[in-house]
């Protein structure tokens, strides 16, 4: 970084006025104009909602979310109410009816693996499709990308994080981690103030999505109550039944040119039965984990057999690949020795260690 950068950087720290976008207002103003552009509007004063549906290509995002993710029933409904709303909002642009454009940041709660990232990656691409954001990137972060370790470290550091999500989604996961309530001097409130005014001020160009369990992030929201009032639309990701934990796993295998034989289907409902108990389940991202692993076996399987193997024995994981993981063998983990220790645990899963 050049010395006059720097400086500037630290000016902007010592102002606290974040000044994030002064590069990214006049390709956003761009973008604007070619938004409206096409008058869509026809001779008898109407617009067609089907050709504005088209050009922005926003419905196969819509169907490609419905067809790869399982479930999530509420959240695919949500998603296309706010589709629906930047569409009308666009629509009233062609008739000069100008609003604000509403705001769009959003919480996302629900344990780990149950596609809060993906679905935070979807939305980006369609806040992008219908003209919301002008890149429609995801840059995800946690607290330590945020919070600097030294006084004047922080917001510089907040400042670049959010330079880069400018015309996207910042997407912060386990975003209580921002605030400790019991330290007053905690770099993190800085973070909290320097994101309160972004949301409020660059909002046509960045949507903040917070995410992280969802009873911390109500704690957190009731203790700042500022992003309560900025957040317009709460997502909640529940976890997933036994079900849709299997038709999650034959979504990844058939993503992957892999598929159960009928006895592997039941050894891994089995699997996943015990595996749900266990500690540190974590919904489909266990179950793409467990799919790996197996994948390990009926590769060393097939290897010690040795001789001719078929197209079928290549895509075919077996009952065996699925019965040797520890999760039949063992008692549950204890989970003892994990408490106590602070958010930083590495998370370690019985299915990827040997
Ligand atoms: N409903 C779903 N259908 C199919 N795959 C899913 C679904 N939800 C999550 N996954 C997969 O599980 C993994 C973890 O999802 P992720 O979005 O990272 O969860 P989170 O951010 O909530 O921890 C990813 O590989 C994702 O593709
Ligand atoms: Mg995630």
Redesign the pocket.
């Known amino acids: 970084m050049l010395p006059s950068m720097r400086a500037k950087e630290q000016n902007n720290a010592a102002n606290a006025t974040p000044n994030i976008s002064d590069d990214a207002s006049d390709i956003s103003k761009e973008q604007d104009s070619a938004a409206n552009a096409p008058s869509n509007i026809s001779d008898d004063g109407s617009i067609d909602m089907s050709s504005v549906l088209q050009q922005s290509q926003v419905l196969e995002v819509l169907e490609k979310l419905d067809r ?5 029933k509420s959240v695919k409904t949500r998603i296309r109410e706010i589709a629906a709303l930047l569409l009308v909002d666009r629509m009233r642009r062609s008739f000069s009816l100008a609003t604000h454009p509403p705001t769009l940041h959003m919480s ?1 709660t ?11 990656l979807r939305m980006a691409t369609i806040l992008h499709r219908l003209s919301y954001v002008r890149k429609g990137h995801l840059v995800a972060v946690t607290r330590d990308d945020l919070v600097g370790q030294y006084i004047g470290h922080t917001a510089p550091k907040t400042k670049e994080i959010l330079k880069r999500a400018m015309g996207g989604v910042l997407f912060i ?1 386990e975003a209580y981690y921002l605030y400790r309530q019991e330290n007053e001097r905690d770099y993190g409130q800085e973070v909290i103030e320097i994101l309160l005014q972004v949301m409020e001020t660059q909002r046509e160009d960045l949507v903040v999505i917070l ?1 992280g369990y969802k009873n911390r992030m109500e704690t957190f929201f009731s203790s700042n109550p500022g992003f309560s009032s900025r957040i317009a639309h709460h997502l909640d ?1 529940p976890d ?1 039944s036994l079900e ?1 934990l299997l ?2 796993a034959q ?2 295998l058939a993503e992957q040119m892999y598929r159960f034989s009928p006895e592997a289907l039941s050894a891994f409902e089995a699997y996943l039965q015990r595996r749900m108990q266990m500690p540190r389940f ?4 266990s ?2 984990n467990a799919i790996d692993r197996a994948r390990l076996r009926q590769a060393n399987r097939l290897f010690a057999k040795g001789g001719k193997v078929s197209k079928t024995d290549l895509m075919t994981i077996e009952a065996e690949d699925i019965l040797a993981s520890r999760v039949f063998t063992e008692d549950l983990p204890d989970d003892e020795q994990q408490s106590g220790t602070s958010q930083t645990t590495v998370f370690h899963d019985p299915d990827t260690s040997a």
């Open positions: 790869e993710l399982v479930g999530l996302f629900g344990p780990p693996g149950t596609g809060k990232t993906t679905v935070a996961d995410a990701f997933y849709e038709a999650i979504l990844i974590s919904n489909a991202r179950v793409r």
